[in-house]
């Protein structure tokens, strides 16, 4: 595969426990902001909660995580067919966030950065940072 897996909690151990399985709770969508953006998980939870709390979706929510990413100047890509997340075609000096069936990821230059190594699953869309 082109690109590597690395684990990466997002800076959630700072925070909470992560030392079970049971520990990791469905927080995808704040772990890979907080890599992709490189803000503290903490205050990225808080964001996530602030926006969906004003637009009336849920913190995970797309609306609410496009809100957060478009904030912080993302682009938002038509998705290139064919490829899963270990060899989709991505330039090594960019930072993508990927949304793939059920869950949301960074891809930070051509690295997977997750908890699980997720790079068999197809994206939906992807966001990039210029």
């Avoid at 469905?26 to 709390?53: H, M, N, P």
Wanted: proline share 3%.
């Amino acid at each position: 595969m082109k690109n590597d897996y690395i684990y990466d909690d997002g800076g959630r151990n700072k925070h909470f426990q992560m030392k079970f399985k049971k520990d990791r709770v469905g927080d995808c969508v704040v772990r890979a902001l907080a890599i992709a953006t490189g803000e503290d998980y903490q205050d990225v939870r808080k964001e996530l909660w602030d926006t969906s709390f004003e637009n009336g979706d849920m913190p995970n929510g797309q609306k609410t995580y496009e809100e957060f990413l478009q904030k912080r100047g993302f682009v938002k890509e038509k998705k290139i067919k064919g490829f899963n997340l270990g060899n989709y075609p991505v330039s090594n000096k960019d930072i993508y966030v990927v949304s793939l069936a059920g869950h949301i990821v960074c891809l930070d230059q051509g690295l997977v950065r997750d908890l699980w190594d997720c790079r068999t699953k197809y994206p939906y869309c992807t966001w990039r940072k210029p």
